[in-house]
Each structure stands twice: as structure tokens, then as C-alpha cells.
């Protein structure tokens, strides 16, 4: 079992946007020192007054650069909303920076309002996720090649670096909704799953039709991830700024607690 730490480099209520990148850090070399296996980062687009996260493959690298080590995961690469080429060139970039310390989460977000902002309809999420993953692996081989589809085309493209860690980095993606779990199943990846906005027994369903569909696979996908919103601790207490929230839910916005700790284990089938 890993333990890991889902990080959204939040802005605490009376904080600012210096202070946000410089605790996220601050919590990263904590999390180095004190032996958790990874982190996690999401991506979070036109929330000022929440997250400074919107360039996570940036941090990444950044966090790559200052620890020895940590995973550093994606939780998630938005595919849908950046082109294809440009996110296999900067993700094998990281793994390269890294030594092989990244793991590539990849998911279309659940959250509309974003493609409005960025002129891309919703609608068109699930076939431009697809078509991007198709080009990322493709790319990732190192070799020339074409591609037409629907919402990518190009010629003759061929991606530097390749990544570090060869075919390439591991690939974990998110799953949210019923008709998600067997079609990552059957695809063969691993997936994220979390409690937010499920309880246990409808993720304990869904996690059964997940292992339904891979079990006519020959190779296994692999653990799910869990994430979980409680505290994961107090010894030998948080970074300097943060603290168990005292009123409402764990991790409430009116004290700000830990960023969720995040565990690769299957929940109880």
C-alpha cells in the first residue's frame, strides 16, 4: 500500500497567491522528509479565490527538481482542453527531470464551465479524450507519424523526448461515473476513484464492474487509487500554516486542514 498526498496548492481564506505556491511547496519537502510515497496534483482552471494550480505539469517539474524521492503524479491531466503533441512532450520532459519518478494521470474533468471558458463544447469531451490518448501513446514511441481524426490532425510529427521510463511513465485514469468504470477496465488502465459525491457501498459497486471488465483481460490494470478528504495524521505535525479543521466537514474551507491524502489500495469488493 502507498500513501500519498492530493495537493490543489489551495489559497488559504486570508492568504494570497505567494503564500499558496510557497505552502504547497513547503508541504511537498515535508512530505519528501517524512517518507510518503507521492504526490498528487490537479488541475484546477479559473478559481482564483481557490487554487493557483491551472499549470500542473509545470509544478510537477518543479517538485521534480527539488526532491529525490517522490512520485509526482497527475490527478488530473485534463487531456481534452491541450493539444495532444504538447502534453506527451511535456510530460516525458518531467519523467526525464524526474529519473522516472512520474506517474500520468489523465481524466476529462467533470466541471463544464471550464470548455465554456476555453471555447471547447463539453458535449465533445469523451471523443477528444479518446483521440488525445490515442496521439500521446503513439507519440511516445519516438517515431514519425500522422494522425487524422475528428479533432487532431498533423503530419509527419515526432515527439522529443521520449520518456524516461520506457514504453512509457504509468498511466492511471479517473473514474466518477457508472458508465466510466468498465470502459477504464476495459481499456486496462488503473483508475482513480474517490468519495466525493458517492458513499461507500455505490464505490464498492462500481468498483466490481471495474474488476468485471478486467478479468478477461491477460495482464492486470492494476490497484485503483483512492483518494480521501480526512486528516491523514498529526505526528510529527503539519508544515507550519496548517491545521485540523475545527468546525464541519474535514478539510472545510472556514480552517484549512491537510490537501487529501491519497492511497493506492482497492476498497473492499
Not at 71 to 78: S, Y
Not at 152 to 180: C, D, G, K, W
Not at 215 to 224: L, V
Not at 247 to 267: E, N, Q
Request: proline share 8%; hydrophobic share 40%.
Amino acid at each position: 500500500m502507498d500513501f500519498g498526498i492530493f495537493m490543489e496548492f489551495e489559497i488559504r481564506r486570508g492568504g494570497d497567491q505567494a503564500t499558496a505556491f510557497r505552502e504547497g511547496f513547503d508541504l511537498v519537502d515535508a512530505a519528501e522528509a517524512w517518507g510518503l510515497d507521492g504526490v498528487w496534483l490537479g488541475e484546477m482552471h479559473f478559481t482564483p479565490s481557490r487554487s493557483v494550480l491551472s499549470a500542473p505539469i509545470v509544478v510537477a517539474s518543479s517538485i521534480a527538481t527539488r526532491t529525490k524521492r517522490l512520485r509526482i503524479g497527475m490527478a488530473v491531466q485534463v487531456l481534452p482542453l491541450n493539444n495532444p503533441l504538447r502534453i506527451a512532450e511535456e510530460a516525458a520532459t518531467v519523467d526525464h527531470i524526474s529519473a522516472g519518478r512520474f506517474d500520468f494521470g489523465i481524466g476529462r474533468s467533470g466541471f463544464p464551465r471550464v470548455y465554456d471558458v476555453y471555447g471547447i463544447p463539453y458535449a465533445e469531451s469523451q471523443a477528444r479524450f479518446r483521440e488525445a490518448l490515442e496521439i500521446i501513446l503513439e507519440a511516445w514511441k519516438g517515431e514519425p507519424f500522422s494522425y487524422r481524426g475528428q479533432y487532431f490532425s498533423f503530419e509527419n510529427a515526432t515527439v522529443a523526448p521520449r520518456p524516461y521510463q520506457l514504453p512509457h511513465p504509468p498511466i492511471r485514469m479517473a473514474a466518477t461515473t457508472e458508465e466510466t468504470f468498465p470502459r477504464v477496465g476495459e481499456m486496462g488502465l488503473p483508475i482513480f476513484v474517490g468519495l466525493r459525491g458517492m458513499d461507500i457501498s455505490t464505490l464498492r459497486h462500481h468498483v466490481r464492474a471495474y474488476r468485471r471488465s478486467t478479468a478477461s483481460r491477460s495482464t492486470s490494470a492494476g490497484r485503483p487509487t483512492c483518494s480521501r478528504a480526512p486528516w491523514a495524521g498529526r505526528a510529527p505535525g503539519p508544515p507550519s500554516g496548517y491545521r485540523r479543521a475545527s468546525s464541519g466537514s474535514p478539510g472545510s474551507r472556514t480552517s484549512r486542514s491537510w490537501p487529501s491524502a491519497s492511497r493506492s489500495a482497492a476498497p473492499a469488493a
